[in-house]
């Protein structure tokens, strides 16, 4: 229970919950479970009370209007999938989930402009067959991972790769149920008469404020599809050495903003290619860090690159050829010892079957094979990732690897960055792998992040997402003029939700009940239990 919630309040508050949605509706003790945090499941400070499960838009209203009558904290899910940044589990431990997986329709594809419209509940998966079933003019972009939600997934400024792949960027509009259980349109949803076919509408753009925020539940989504290009040429760039990463992010820097790549290019270590094979035993089983002639001997093995990056360009066959000319162009003149491929497939008769994992992605077709990558240490695989943003430059690249390196591997950890690239800047991945079942494996990977954010920051380079742990710390790094976006941040927060219902302390935003008094968070809800000495939560 959260400390600030009368046990009769919840009980209220579901019974009547029960009463408006059904009694199928709620889910308690063991049938709750799920919802917890699939990678810890030792950290009773952010277990959920209850999970309720609305299938329509009044059925949400109903759940807010009720929670701000009884001053019961709610915490909204998509479809649960956010693993790795806490899954279905909220800051504030015994809020009540409200997960909207079963708010699941496809509500419209425009075949004409090429938007789809979905409700929090369709994953990748669905809206890929959508699409497919109608002959597969259109293309979305999407994560590696297919089961997530649409809408969940772009909420919380996640990324595929195609054209569209900064999912955040490229919403038009939104429906919101707002804290007082009205329902708010944005974009050109504004206006009853219009079609979401433009980026904003009049006045202040509204969408972004709905997205890592806790003012509102977000019921649709409106989202560009990219159209089946008559050629899709994947491309894979490898290097092959550690310190080609710097040049290599150079180089995508200058084919993204020109334009010639289209999509959010992709470089990785040796490390994820060998964990989609077999585990790290089978490679290496010796400490920290992996000596270099054993990542050598990966590069052997698996024929790749110690750096591999995918990229891609689509359109007509003239100017897919002189885009792949330029591609090598520039990536041959920082970097003469690559290997640039790409595959010229027609875009009405690829074989994804014939595809790897990377190609298929970039043609807005996700699987669950990235999954095998969390067995790096054992299969009851779990992870953790530290995400800074920063300047799309090599010598920043290679700044924020210097920093992050030593302090993953004093915890036992593998380095094993992932960077993506989105013209002017970069999204940097520093991937934990560990052993869910083993809590000091979990708490070294809880040290890495409380340790790295500050130090990342320091250096200028701060986080774009984060684990529900360490939402406060992400937010106090964004500081300018005294935190005047936190506090600008309070001020809406306490407008719209009043009562302080929705998702306390997402994102570091905390409504006054939480923070009056408080000279910082409330330690009192981000306590987590004391479970083994080594344990520094």
């Known amino acids: 229970m959260p400390s600030e919630t009368d046990p009769a309040a919840l009980e209220a508050a579901l019974a009547e919950i029960r009463s408006a949605l059904g009694p199928d509706a709620v889910l308690t003790a063991e049938a709750a479970h799920e919802f ?9 400070a952010h277990f959920p009370s209850a999970v309720v499960q609305p299938t329509t838009v009044a059925e949400v209203q109903a759940v807010v209007r009720i929670a701000a009558a009884r001053g019961v904290p ?25 997960s909207l997986r079963k708010m699941n329709r496809i509500l419209e594809i425009d075949d004409e402009l090429g938007i789809a ?18 002959g597969g003019r259109w293309w979305t972009a999407t994560p590696s991972l297919g089961w997530g939600s649409v809408v969940g997934n772009t909420l919380d400024h996640g990324f595929g790769y195609t054209e569209y792949g900064d999912h ?3 919403v038009p ?12 349109r944005t974009g050109m949803w504004a206006s009853s008469t219009s079609r979401a076919a433009h980026p904003r509408g009049f006045g202040p753009n509204l969408t972004p404020l709905f997205m890592q925020s806790n003012f509102g539940i977000v019921t649709k989504l409106a989202r560009p599809l990219s159209p089946r290009p008559e050629i899709y040429a994947p491309i894979t760039i490898r290097v092959p050495d550690g310190e080609d990463l710097g040049p290599l992010v150079d180089a995508m820097r200058v084919l993204t903003i020109e334009g010639t790549i289209p999509n959010i290019p992709n ?101 669950l094979v990235m999954l095998e990558t969390a067995k790096w240490r054992g299969d009851e695989g779990g992870h953790l990732e530290i995400s800074p943003i920063g300047p799309a430059t090599g010598a920043d690249v290679e700044r924020i690897a210097a920093i992050l390196r030593p302090i993953v591997e004093a915890e036992g950890f593998d380095f094993w960055p992932s960077v993506y690239v989105i013209k002017r800047s970069v999204m940097f991945l520093g991937v934990l792998n560990f052993d869910r079942s083993n809590p000091s ?28 742990r360490f939402m406060d710390m992400m937010q106090d790094i964004y500081d300018w003029n005294d935190h005047a976006m936190r506090r600008f941040l309070e001020r809406l927060k306490d407008e719209l939700d009043p009562a302080g219902i929705l998702s306390p302390g997402k994102q570091g935003i905390w409504p006054q009940r939480l ?23």
């Open 36 to 44: 917890r945090d699939p990678y810890d499941g030792f950290d009773e």
């Open 74 to 98: 709610i915490w909204t899910s998509s479809q649960g999938r956010n693993n790795g940044y806490g899954g279905s589990a909220p800051v504030v431990g015994g809020s009540v989930v409200v």
């Open 267 to 367: 470089i990785t270590s040796v490390l994820g290619a060998a964990a989609m094979r077999k585990p790290r035993r089978e490679w290496y089983d010796g400490p920290v860090p992996i000596p270099d002639e054993v990542y050598r001997g990966m590069c052997e093995t698996l024929a790749i690159g110690w750096w591999n990056c995918s990229a891609a360009v689509y359109g007509p066959a003239a100017v897919v050829a002189a885009s792949l000319e330029r591609v090598r162009e520039v990536v041959l003149k920082s970097l003469p010892h690559a290997e640039v491929t790409a595959k010229l497939l027609p875009g009405d008769e690829i074989d994804h079957g014939a595809l790897t994992h990377r190609e298929n992605v970039q043609a807005g077709r996700p699987s």
């Open 173 to 184: 509009a939104l429906e919101v149920v707002l804290a007082d259980g009205s329902l708010l």
């Open 441 to 468: 494996q979990i708490a070294a990977a809880y040290r890495v992040a409380r340790s790295a954010y500050p130090e990342l920051a320091a250096a200028g380079y701060t986080p774009y997402r984060g684990n529900i």
């Open 117 to 134: 419209v979905v409700e929090p509940g369709v994953q990748f998966f669905e809206l890929v067959d959508e699409l497919q079933q109608r």
């Open 515 to 537: 923070r009056a008094g408080r000279s910082g968070p409330p330690a009192a809800l981000h306590s987590a239990p004391v479970r083994a000495k080594e344990d520094d939560r």
């Open 168 to 170: 955040a960027a490229h």
